[in-house]
Nanobody
């Protein structure tokens, strides 16, 4: 349902853009998010965006550096990551969430590795 891409190995200070393509035709009804999980740590929310991009939330650690956006016509959500730091190194996962008539729909991408060297 969700296909993450765009990760890679970069030096500190560089930028990367992650993409998440959804096959769900009702993509626009989902809250989309990016999570990350570093080795030995719990998965944490990085950023999320509501269905029409009117509302976004960011982890304090990425505010001012990362930007989440979505293109509902392309069923795709993006995470622009600037000024990357070694502590941003993690596997990044795309997430889709919605509640509909009391039912929770939750999907995860397969993850894409981001490695930032110092």
């Amino acid at each position: 349902q969700l296909e993450d891409s765009g990760g890679g190995l970069v030096q500190a200070g560089a930028s990367l853009r992650l993409s998440c393509a959804a096959s769900e035709r009702t993509f626009s009804s989902y809250v989309m998010g990016w999570f990350r999980q570093a080795p030995g740590k719990e998965r944490e929310l990085v950023a999320r965006i509501n269905w029409n991009a009117a509302s976004t939330d960011y982890a304090d650690s990425v505010k001012g550096r990362f930007t989440i956006s979505r293109d509902n016509a392309k069923n795709t959500v993006y995470l622009q990551m600037n000024s990357l730091k070694p502590e941003d190194t993690a596997v990044y996962y795309c997430n889709a969430y919605r509640t509909l008539a009391g039912t929770i729909n939750l999907y995860w991408g397969q993850g894409t590795q981001v490695t930032v060297s110092s």
